[in-house]
């Protein structure tokens, strides 16, 4: 619960007004000159972990009725970005899909597909990132430590390689590897080359971590791989 004061006046924001109040700021803001509000909700998987079927059922309720009235234009000048997992969405006992007036509004139609799809529809499943947009990915992180810790990046395109070739050689990774996982783990190696300047990448990484790697890859598709990339 909150409380919200306006000069002498003093409004409490309630599990039945909070959406009425978020209007109200929208509103406010288009006032002091911003083009609306953009509100961002994640983890819309813990409706979906609720165990209390008529608890998950007014909490999709309030989705619907948000839906509705953007579509609708009864809510101006905000919109709704809500992130959740594919299960939390499709499952039809305790998803957003289990809500059959969410799921006819919500659901796919017949022509997209995983390749061409409508990214103005309600729902856009994001892919997951390629080797090379990950490649990308890490060279930006590289730069943006150095730039953090005042030093040069020194690790070249092959053990930016060798990182990868890694982190995707390990057991499951080509369907359970995350973004997260692979950023964590950069993170920790370059922090611990910049804390321990006498250590090189194959000493961390192990020499043998190709050879190790269930399913790894040879050296020359490696470097085919992300070749575009090299400087």
Same mark, same amino acid.
């Given at each position: 619960?909150?409380?919200?004061?306006?000069?002498?006046?003093?409004?409490?924001?309630?599990?039945? %007004?909070?959406?009425?109040?978020?209007?109200?700021?929208?509103?406010?803001?288009?006032?002091?000159?911003?083009?609306?509000?953009?509100?961002?909700?994640?983890?819309?998987?813990?409706?979906?972990?609720?165990?209390?079927?008529?608890?998950?059922? @007014?909490?999709?309720?309030?989705?619907?009725?948000?839906?509705?009235?953007?579509?609708?234009?009864?809510?101006?000048?905000?919109?709704?970005?809500?992130?959740?997992? %594919?299960?939390?969405?499709?499952?039809?006992?305790?998803?957003?899909?289990?809500?059959?007036?969410?799921?006819?509004?919500?659901?796919?139609?017949?022509?997209?597909?995983?390749?061409?799809?409508?990214?103005?529809?309600?729902?856009?499943?994001?892919?997951?990132?390629?080797?090379?947009?990950?490649?990308?990915?890490?060279?930006?992180?590289?730069?943006?430590?150095?730039?953090?810790?005042?030093? %040069?990046? @020194?690790?070249?395109?092959?053990?930016?390689?060798?990182?990868?070739?890694?982190?995707?050689?390990?057991?499951?990774?080509?369907?359970?590897? %995350?973004?997260?996982?692979?950023?964590?783990?950069?993170?920790?190696?370059?922090?611990?080359?910049?804390?321990?300047?006498?250590?090189?990448?194959?000493?961390?990484?192990?020499?043998?971590?190709?050879?190790?790697?269930?399913?790894?890859?040879?050296?020359?598709?490696?470097?085919?791989?992300?070749?575009?990339?090299?400087?």
């Amino acid at each position: 619960m909150s409380v919200i004061k306006f000069g002498k006046l003093a409004f409490i924001v309630t599990d039945d %007004t909070w959406y009425d109040f978020l209007k109200i700021f929208a509103a406010f803001l288009v006032g002091a000159g911003y083009k609306g509000m953009l509100v961002l909700i994640d983890e819309i998987v813990n409706i979906f972990k609720i165990s209390n079927s008529i608890t998950r059922a @007014n909490n999709y309720e309030k989705i619907l009725t948000m839906y509705n009235d953007v579509l609708q234009g009864k809510a101006k000048h905000i919109g709704f970005l809500m992130g959740g997992t %594919t299960q939390c969405i499709e499952d039809k006992y305790k998803g957003v899909y289990s809500y059959e007036a969410l799921r006819s509004r919500l659901s796919e139609g017949h022509f997209a597909t995983a390749d061409v799809k409508d990214l103005s529809a309600p729902i856009i499943r994001l892919q997951m990132l390629s080797q090379e947009e990950m490649y990308i990915l890490i060279e930006k992180l590289l730069n943006i430590h150095a730039q953090l810790y005042n030093y %040069t990046p @020194n690790l070249s395109h092959e053990e930016l390689v060798y990182f990868l070739t890694v982190e995707y050689n390990r057991v499951g990774a080509d369907t359970h590897i %995350t973004p997260r996982e692979i950023i964590r783990d950069f993170i920790e190696l370059i922090n611990i080359l910049h804390q321990n300047p006498d250590k090189n990448v194959s000493e961390i990484l192990g020499d043998n971590s190709f050879q190790m790697a269930k399913g790894g890859i040879s050296d020359e598709e490696i470097h085919s791989e992300f070749q575009e990339f090299e400087v």
